[in-house]
Every structure is written in structure tokens, then in C-alpha cells.
């Protein structure tokens, strides 16, 4: 099979290597797709935390594609079924995954691209947002994860505010649903009234602006990915307004799962559309131009997915 072998150096190496044989408890993937998530972006540019080059489709973990094996013990998965699920190698065109982390797509999906660790996620944060009606909620950064958060938020009657430095970004936030959306800079906007803000950005300026959104008892929600070492907060702040800080990017396999099914009834339901969030498709020989997509957030971005 062909995979992606970050190298470090802001290009990755497209190679063969021996397809994986499934073991107990797992499935063969023969994958359709991987989303190319944000937090990605640090190993393809290089950072000396990480020994390159990396492992061959590492660390590619938003994958869907269809069952071509199975190992022994795997119950009700059956070979040829479609699914979406938790793999950590998908920059390739096979991945070896545990079936029960997967989650079976209806024939309803069939030909559509569906992520479902990067759905889960939003879907996870979503939940420990506890969104109400009529609740003002501010959305710092309308990414990928950002633009499902104000889909979702608005159709819980939620009345957001996004808040993006690129312009492009808030003027599709508006169409995702915000009532309003706001350059990450405007001073005047960020004032502390908000009783629900949600962090999408994983760096420092957007930290300092949720923090400085946040109203007094407010629920901080930390949904960023801040991988880049030390954050500073001014905690006098935080005390004064007695926030309640939640942070909710979780790793646990098993909320994944349960994230995944709760983002994929929300799509068929209709209450989440994130096909128009998907808006470059790149083939895996090309999975630079991906990084570079997401290094540069030209106009009209919001997230790139692998094709295979």
C-alpha cells in the first residue's frame, strides 16, 4: 500500500509499505478518506519533540473508508461495510483499527466524506458546553471545530457570536448560524458578558480574548488543542469572575465513540451539515498542498480532506 511519511521538514514523502494483517479484537480498513486536523500541522512543519520521520500514515486519525478484513473475535462488523472510527496511521491507503472503535455509516452516506473522530470532537465539546436556549454563547475561532460548534449551538436556539481574525471565516460563521460575528482583535466587542465561551483557536491570543469574553460565572470551555507549551492566564481575572473553566479536548477511545454516534444522528437528522466545511479535497500524493492549505487559511478554507 502507498502512505505519507512526515518527514519534518514541511513535506512528507509518499512510500510502499506492507499492508497490515489484523489482529484480534480488529479490522482492516481499506480507506475512502482521512481529514487533515490542525493539530497535525506541528509534525508536518517539524518540531524536536517529535523523531522523524514519522511512522508510515502517522499520525493520519480522522479516517472513513470500508471493512476488507477482520481479525478473530470481531463481532458485528462485517467485511465490505462502511464505516467511520478511531485509527492512528490514516495518511495511507489501508489502517489497521480496533472494531470497537468504529461506528458503522448508513447506506444513506454512501459516496459522502465523513470524518467521524473530527465530528466527535466538536460533538464532545459541544456536550460539556451545556448549551441552553437562548443562552449568548461566543465562539473563539471559526475553524473546522468552531464552524460545528456554531451549527450545533444555534440549533440547540442558542444565540452565537463567532469570533475569527479572518474575515472569510466570520462570514461563513454567519452561515453556519451565528447572529453575529467579530474580528478576534475588536476591542470593543471583547468585553466580559458572556455567560457560555467556547475556545477553539489553541493558542495564546485566543485564550487571552475567551478569557477576557468570559462574564462573571461564566463557563470557560477550552476546546483548543494548546500543544505548544506553557499558557499564561491572568488568574486574578478568572477569580474575580469565578469561572468555571472546563477543559474539553478529550482523548478517552470510548467518548470518541459516543461522540461519533451522537455527530453522525445530528447529520441525519439534520441538525448538523458539515459537508460544506469540507472545502478542499486533496490526493494523498499531493497531502503537502493539504498542510500547506491549513498553514495558510486562504479565503474559502475551512478544511481540507485526504482522498484516497
Not at 522523524?52 to 473508508?65: D, Q, V
Not at 477543559?247 to 470510548?254: D, K, T
Amino acid at each position: 500500500m502507498k502512505a505519507a511519511v512526515l518527514q519534518g521538514n514541511g513535506r512528507a514523502a509518499i512510500e510502499r509499505c506492507r499492508e497490515a494483517v489484523p489482529g484480534a479484537g480488529e479490522v482492516l480498513l481499506r480507506l475512502e478518506g482521512c481529514g487533515v486536523c490542525a493539530s497535525t500541522l506541528p509534525a508536518w512543519q517539524g518540531r524536536p519533540w517529535f523523531a522523524y520521520p514519522l511512522a508510515a500514515g502517522s499520525p493520519g486519525h480522522e479516517p472513513w473508508g470500508r471493512i476488507v478484513a477482520v481479525g478473530e473475535e470481531v463481532r458485528g462488523l462485517e467485511v465490505g461495510e462502511r464505516v467511520t472510527g478511531l485509527s492512528y496511521r490514516a495518511y495511507a491507503e489501508c489502517d489497521v483499527a480496533d472494531a470497537a472503535e468504529l461506528v458503522p455509516l448508513p447506506a444513506a452516506l454512501d459516496g459522502r466524506p465523513f470524518p467521524g473522530e473530527a465530528l466527535a470532537c466538536a460533538w464532545n465539546v459541544f456536550e460539556r458546553a451545556a448549551v441552553r436556549r437562548d443562552m449568548p454563547v461566543a465562539v473563539v475561532g471559526a475553524g473546522f471545530i468552531g464552524s460545528v460548534l456554531v451549527q450545533l449551538a444555534t440549533a440547540a436556539g442558542a444565540r452565537v457570536t463567532a469570533f475569527s481574525r479572518r474575515a472569510w471565516s466570520r462570514a461563513s460563521a454567519r452561515e453556519q448560524g451565528a447572529v453575529d460575528a467579530r474580528p478576534l482583535d475588536d476591542e470593543a466587542a471583547l468585553r466580559g458578558e458572556w455567560p457560555c465561551v467556547i475556545e477553539c483557536t489553541g493558542t495564546q491570543a485566543g485564550l487571552d480574548a475567551a478569557s477576557r469574553l468570559a462574564g462573571i460565572r461564566a463557563r470557560l470551555v477550552i476546546a483548543g488543542y494548546h500543544q505548544e507549551g506553557l499558557r499564561q492566564v491572568d488568574m486574578q481575572d478568572w477569580n474575580w469572575k469565578g469561572l468555571d473553566v472546563i477543559n474539553a479536548h478529550e482523548r478517552e477511545p470510548a467518548r470518541y465513540v459516543h461522540g461519533m454516534r451522537a455527530a453522525l444522528a445530528a447529520v441525519l437528522s439534520g441538525r448538523l451539515d458539515p459537508w460544506p466545511l469540507f472545502t478542499h479535497s486533496v490526493p494523498l500524493a499531493d497531502i503537502d498542498r493539504a498542510f500547506r492549505l491549513m498553514e495558510e487559511r486562504p479565503a474559502g478554507f475551512t478544511k481540507a480532506l485526504l482522498c484516497l
